[in-house]
């Protein structure tokens, strides 16, 4: 009796239950809450950041700005015409009137004026005659909460200047080139610099890396050797960029500066001839992101289900055949994603292209692989470096543009990656 | 200890084998001799020797973990493709040793299908997971008279007609581990290996994986892993019985005529194994 009844009732509790289970349940519950806390002030702190660096960024690329022409466009009507309304020869007249013979002959010599359209004159009369000069700015937050205050200092301070709300990214900001006036500066240069180096980088680290991964993750036998280059590409990723830009500088700029000159291809720019040239700031940084694409694209490969290897492999199917058929497809969208992460962290590297020799000032546009550069990045650290506050409101809006071109990147990854999904899930 | 089992169980072997070669010595369309396989030091599978009859269903059965998907896969060299695997012994098919240097494992496969566990169709349309397995292989005639016959003979033709440029994951499980059938048999190979084809389905769905390969044994000589003792009883003609020695090495205990062993079988363990008082 006793003896049949001792298992069904057991008198050891290994487990607690009623008050105790219900104080450990809330002990439990409250561990959870705690870690909860915790992440979501993880999250707090860093949306603040970044709340505080956009802040920071739009604060500058707009507000109030002190503005003094050098002729007040009303002192450029003729017989009570405003000068919007004059025609082309008008203003012609007023150009010769104001400029130099000189300089009129090197604009006749540019673009004679008989081809010159009328709205090409009007600026011209805008930029050479009236010429206005920003003299002083203001961020955003005191242009709003300051107003009157901005308004007396500059009657005080700046006599004969008009005060003018100004956005610093604007159509204009991007379509004009690089210039010493802040009014008249752009990131056209910078821009299609970062867009030509980024585009041959990806040309050349995407088809390397994709292969080396390939390799290393099909075909690689896992002897010494292959585990030393594993452990290699491994550490490289985590060298720092300016050493990339100190070998980037002797191998493509010194070493291959024939090639990188575009020199034997009879394409070299004739005011550089040297190797600081799109192409070797592209190789460079081709170098630098190739470790990235590697590692993604080897886990990309590495997830693809064993089974579906096996199922190609079950019907007859070579190596090379599931390769290309299964493995990669499926792996596309890691490798994509992986890849759009390295392009845009080629699109912010900023020291090894100082170290391969960004050019600090050009105004003219990237041509091909051998011309001479700038990039983005670079164009935002010379002007904040600049000693005028005018060009911090450059380098705002040109953070502005280099923040749009990443997202637009990353959407466009996003994009194809779910429409490549989605299109192998419905077959 | 273990050189003894090993003795004892080639021992008890021989008449069997000898008799299977003495009946049909033609028959014989697949032969695994003293077939070891290793994982790095780890055997799975110890000195297995039987051969498989042509155009007939042989059943491996035995506890979990006794190597016989590991013995199944050695059978079409898919082994290979698992790093540090070896494979020690001969598996001889068409009179030869596939395993033999200069042999073409890719051949081997094409010639020896395989069905798994789990469906696993490739992530395109119905149609094309037929297609795509008969183009690699060269295939130059009427793709979709292949694509059809192939539906037809796995029993899948009336279910998906409607449906072949729809994704084959849209498919249910059944019907995707009836397509993977109709893409083994696309590319017409000699033997289909089967490993627990039908442990992820409904009963239903099992009876007609299991019509199939009655249908199938016509022209194919099947081999199917299974764990349910009525299906290996319900359709197999062979059965082999499989065990894992004091090292989890597996070996065989028994092999024969499915009735015979089954109704009378010659090992106790065997015995022991069918009636569920082990493994
Ligand atoms: N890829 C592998 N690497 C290392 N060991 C493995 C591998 N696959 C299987 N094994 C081992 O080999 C032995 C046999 O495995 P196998 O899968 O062949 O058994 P099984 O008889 O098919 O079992 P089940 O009936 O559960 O499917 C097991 O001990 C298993 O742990
Ligand atoms: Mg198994």
Same mark, same amino acid.
């Given at each position: 009796?006793?003896?049949?009844?001792?298992?069904?009732?057991?008198?050891?509790?290994?487990?607690?239950?009623?008050?105790?289970? &219900?104080?450990?349940?809330?002990?439990?519950?409250?561990?959870?809450?705690?870690?909860?806390?915790?992440?979501?002030?993880?999250?707090?702190?860093?949306?603040?950041?970044?709340?505080?660096? +956009? $802040?920071?960024?739009?604060?500058?690329?707009?507000?109030?700005?002190?503005?003094?022409?050098?002729?007040?466009?009303? !002192?450029?009507?003729?017989?009570?015409?405003?000068?919007?309304?004059?025609?082309?020869?008008?203003?012609?007249?007023?150009?010769?009137? %104001?400029?130099?013979?000189?300089?009129?002959?090197?604009?006749?010599?540019?673009?004679?004026?008989?081809?010159?359209?009328?709205?090409?004159?009007?600026?011209?009369?805008?930029?050479?005659? /009236?010429?206005?000069?920003?003299?002083?700015?203001?961020?955003?937050?005191?242009?709003?909460?300051?107003?009157?205050?901005?308004?007396?200092?500059?009657?005080?301070?700046?006599? @004969?200047?008009?005060?003018?709300?100004?956005?610093?990214?604007?159509?204009?900001?991007? &379509?004009?080139?690089?210039?010493?006036?802040?009014?008249?500066?752009?990131?056209?240069?910078?821009?299609?610099?970062?867009?030509? *180096?980024?585009?041959?980088?990806?040309?050349?680290?995407?088809?390397?890396?994709?292969?080396?991964? =390939? $390799?290393?993750?099909?075909?690689?036998?896992?002897?010494?050797?292959?585990?030393? #280059?594993?452990?290699?590409?491994?550490?490289?990723?985590?060298?720092?960029?300016?050493?990339?830009?100190?070998?980037?500088?002797?191998?493509?700029?010194?070493?291959?500066?024939?090639?990188?000159?575009?020199?034997?291809?009879? +394409?070299?720019?004739?005011?550089?001839?040297?190797?600081?040239?799109?192409?070797?700031?592209?190789?460079?940084?081709?170098?630098?992101?190739?470790?990235? *694409? =590697?590692?993604?694209?080897?886990?990309?490969?590495?997830?693809?289900?064993?089974?579906?290897?096996?199922?190609?492999?079950?019907?007859?199917?070579?190596?090379?055949?599931?390769?290309?058929?299964?493995?990669?497809?499926?792996?596309?969208?890691?490798?994509?994603?992986?890849? *759009?992460?390295?392009?845009?962290?080629?699109?912010?590297?900023?020291?090894?292209?100082?170290?391969?020799?960004?050019?600090?000032?050009?105004?003219?546009?990237?041509?091909?692989?051998?011309?001479?550069?700038?990039?983005?990045?670079?164009?935002?650290?010379?002007?904040?470096?600049?000693?005028?506050?005018?060009?911090?409101?450059?380098?705002?809006?040109?953070?502005?543009?280099?923040?749009?071109?990443?997202?637009?990147?990353?959407?466009?990854?996003?994009?194809?990656?779910?429409?490549?999904?989605?299109?192998?899930?419905?077959? | 200890?273990?050189?003894?089992?090993?003795?004892?169980?080639? !021992?008890?072997?021989?008449?069997?084998?000898?008799?299977?070669? !003495?009946?049909?010595?033609?028959?014989?369309?697949?032969?695994?001799?003293?077939?070891?396989? $290793?994982?790095?030091?780890?055997?799975?599978?110890?000195?297995?020797?039987?051969? =498989?009859?042509?155009?007939?269903?042989?059943?491996?059965? @035995?506890?979990?973990?006794?190597?016989?998907?590991?013995?199944?896969?050695?059978?079409?060299?898919?082994?290979?493709?698992?790093?540090?695997?070896?494979?020690?012994?001969?598996?001889?098919?068409?009179?030869?040793?596939?395993?033999?240097?200069?042999?073409?494992?890719?051949?081997?496969?094409?010639? *020896?299908?395989?069905?798994?566990?789990?469906?696993?169709?490739?992530?395109?349309?119905?149609?094309?997971?037929?297609?795509?397995?008969?183009?690699?292989?060269?295939?130059?005639?009427?793709?979709?008279?292949?694509?059809?016959?192939?539906?037809?003979?796995?029993?899948?033709?009336?279910?998906?007609?409607?449906?072949?440029?729809?994704?084959?994951?849209?498919?249910?499980?059944?019907?995707?581990?009836?397509?993977?059938?109709?893409?083994?048999?696309? /590319?017409?190979?000699?033997?289909?290996?089967?490993?627990?084809?039908?442990?992820? +389905?409904?009963?239903?769905?099992?009876?007609?994986?299991?019509?199939?390969?009655?249908?199938?044994?016509?022209? %194919?000589? #099947? =081999?199917?892993?299974?764990?349910?003792?009525?299906?290996?009883?319900?359709?197999?003609? %062979?059965?082999?019985?499989?065990?894992?020695?004091?090292?989890?090495?597996?070996?065989?205990?028994?092999?024969?005529?499915?009735?015979?062993?089954?109704?009378?079988?010659?090992?106790?363990?065997?015995?022991?194994? /069918?009636?569920?008082?082990?493994?």
């Amino acid at each position: 009796m006793n003896t049949l009844s001792a298992p069904s009732a057991p008198t050891v509790r290994y487990l607690p239950e009623g008050d105790s289970f &219900r104080s450990h349940m809330a002990a439990r519950h409250k561990k959870g809450t705690l870690w909860l806390t915790i992440f979501q002030a993880a999250t707090l702190v860093s949306i603040l950041a970044l709340t505080a660096l +956009l $802040y920071n960024i739009i604060n500058q690329s707009f507000g109030w700005v002190a503005v003094r022409n050098q002729v007040e466009p009303e !002192a450029l009507a003729i017989e009570g015409t405003p000068l919007e309304e004059l025609s082309k020869e008008q203003l012609i007249t007023i150009l010769e009137a %104001y400029i130099s013979k000189g300089v009129m002959r090197r604009l006749e010599s540019e673009k004679p004026f008989s081809v010159r359209s009328r709205e090409d004159v009007y600026q011209l009369v805008e930029e050479r005659v /009236i010429n206005p000069e920003i003299l002083r700015s203001w961020p955003l937050a005191d242009s709003l909460l300051r107003r009157s205050a901005i308004h007396q200092e500059v009657v005080e301070t700046f006599p @004969g200047a008009r005060l003018q709300f100004r956005a610093w990214i604007n159509p204009q900001f991007l &379509r004009a080139p690089q210039s010493a006036n802040p009014a008249k500066a752009g990131v056209r240069t910078a821009m299609l610099g970062s867009l030509w *180096i980024v585009g041959l980088t990806i040309l050349v680290a995407f088809p390397v890396g994709v292969g080396a991964a =390939i $390799y290393l993750e099909e075909y690689a036998a896992d002897n010494p050797l292959n585990r030393l #280059i594993q452990t290699n590409i491994n550490n490289l990723a985590g060298v720092p960029s300016i050493i990339y830009g100190m070998l980037g500088l002797a191998i493509f700029v010194r070493g291959l500066e024939p090639v990188t000159s575009g020199a034997i291809f009879g +394409l070299s720019d004739p005011t550089t001839a040297n190797g600081r040239t799109v192409i070797s700031a592209s190789l460079t940084l081709a170098l630098l992101i190739l470790p990235l *694409i =590697i590692i993604n694209a080897q886990e990309a490969i590495r997830a693809v289900p064993r089974s579906l290897r096996e199922a190609s492999y079950a019907v007859g199917a070579t190596h090379w055949q599931t390769i290309w058929h299964h493995v990669l497809p499926s792996a596309l969208p890691g490798i994509l994603t992986g890849t *759009i992460f390295a392009m845009s962290r080629a699109m912010g590297e900023t020291a090894p292209l100082v170290v391969v020799g960004a050019s600090t000032f050009i105004a003219h546009d990237p041509t091909g692989p051998f011309s001479k550069f700038t990039s983005l990045p670079i164009q935002i650290y010379q002007w904040t470096a600049r000693p005028q506050d005018l060009f911090r409101n450059l380098a705002a809006a040109a953070i502005i543009v280099l923040l749009v071109l990443l997202l637009a990147f990353n959407a466009v990854a996003i994009i194809l990656r779910n429409r490549y999904r989605s299109k192998r899930r419905e077959g | 200890m273990t050189a003894i089992h090993v003795l004892t169980a080639t !021992a008890r072997l021989a008449p069997v084998q000898a008799l299977a070669a !003495a009946r049909c010595e033609s028959d014989c369309a697949l032969e695994a001799r003293q077939l070891s396989v $290793y994982y790095g030091a780890f055997r799975a599978v110890k000195d297995v020797s039987l051969k =498989i009859q042509r155009q007939k269903i042989t059943a491996l059965i @035995g506890p979990s973990g006794c190597g016989k998907s590991t013995f199944l896969r050695a059978l079409n060299r898919m082994n290979d493709l698992i790093p540090g695997s070896r494979t020690e012994g001969e598996v001889i098919f068409e009179g030869c040793n596939i395993y033999a240097p200069g042999v073409d494992p890719v051949e081997v496969r094409r010639r *020896i299908g395989m069905v798994f566990q789990k469906p696993n169709p490739f992530p395109k349309s119905v149609y094309d997971n037929i297609a795509w397995a008969a183009r690699i292989n060269g295939f130059r005639g009427n793709m979709d008279d292949l694509v059809e016959q192939s539906l037809r003979q796995a029993a899948l033709w009336d279910e998906v007609k409607d449906k072949l440029r729809q994704s084959a994951l849209a498919l249910s499980g059944g019907q995707q581990q009836r397509l993977c059938i109709a893409r083994a048999i696309a /590319i017409r190979p000699e033997i289909i290996l089967m490993d627990e084809p039908a442990s992820a +389905l409904d009963p239903i769905a099992t009876l007609k994986i299991e019509d199939l390969m009655h249908e199938l044994v016509k022209n %194919y000589t #099947i =081999i199917i892993v299974t764990h349910n003792m009525q299906q290996a009883a319900r359709v197999s003609d %062979y059965t082999a019985f499989l065990m894992m020695d004091e090292d989890r090495a597996g070996y065989l205990v028994e092999y024969g005529p499915t009735d015979e062993v089954f109704t009378n079988p010659k090992d106790r363990r065997t015995e022991e194994y /069918i009636t569920g008082r082990f493994g």
